[in-house]
């Protein structure tokens, strides 16, 4: 056990719709990475948090949108959902920013778009 | 910048040895390896940093070449527990980890 946890663990909803998934990281970690990972491209990095910060961004669409909250949980919002948006969303925690710091995955939320 | 992994797959027979590669065309502050076995997260293997430094972790150890911008995983006398999928972590600036596309890795009995 990691100690990230994700909810929920699966989603399916119908195109157009807008959803939110959770993610607590583990205790003492500051740092928050929300990363895409379907079969033909691997882990795609979308955005990065520490506490509470906008850190850096990836390959983050327009309609997906994310915060870090004072309590350091956060949150992906994926709105507009298209069938190419269902994959497997993993969020990871790691104590700091930077290269030094390994980083730990959650379980992953499988959004299916129907 | 995504890294480039190679090989794609690998199959194994238990014992035998592998290397799983990651380069880079940008210049890389860090090299990360997980693993990934089926339905389940990435678990961190090693970090490495500039340097050229060497880790390892059991029978699995990696290298650092930052003059290449590359890194190298090697799997020794490998067990059925090493099945996954590995895939390679860098971080060229700032602080996002890119991943790659990962190597699937079989080792049968």
């Known amino acids: 056990d990691s100690g990230v946890t994700q909810t929920p663990k699966h989603l399916i909803t119908a195109t157009g719709q807008r959803v939110t998934l959770r993610c607590s990281p583990r205790s003492g970690d500051l740092s928050v990475y929300w990363y895409q990972q379907s079969l033909d491209q691997g882990l795609q990095f979308l955005i990065q948090?520490?506490?509470?910060?906008?850190?850096a961004k990836g390959n983050i669409l327009e309609r997906f949108s994310a915060q870090q909250f004072p309590d350091l949980h956060s949150e992906l919002n994926l709105s507009s959902l298209e069938l190419g948006d269902s994959a497997l969303y993993f969020c990871a925690s790691s104590v700091e920013t930077g290269s030094n710091s390994p980083l730990h995955f959650g379980n992953g939320t499988r959004l299916t778009v129907t | 910048q995504q890294p480039v992994q190679s090989p794609q797959a690998v199959i194994l027979r238990e014992g035998e040895d592998a290397v799983i590669n990651c380069s880079s065309s940008k210049a890389l502050y860090s090299v990360h390896w997980y693993r990934q076995k089926h339905g389940e997260a990435p678990v961190f293997l090693m970090i490495l940093l500039k340097g050229g430094e060497q880790k390892g972790h059991d029978k699995i150890s990696a290298s650092f070449n930052e003059k290449k911008q590359q890194s190298s995983l090697y799997l020794t006398a490998s067990q059925l527990s090493y099945s996954g999928t590995y895939f390679c972590?860098?971080?060229?600036?700032?602080?996002?980890?890119?991943f790659g596309k990962g190597t699937s890795l079989l080792v049968t009995p």
């Open positions: 948090y520490y506490n509470g910060e906008e850190r």
């Open positions: 972590g860098t971080e060229t600036s700032g602080y996002a980890l890119n």
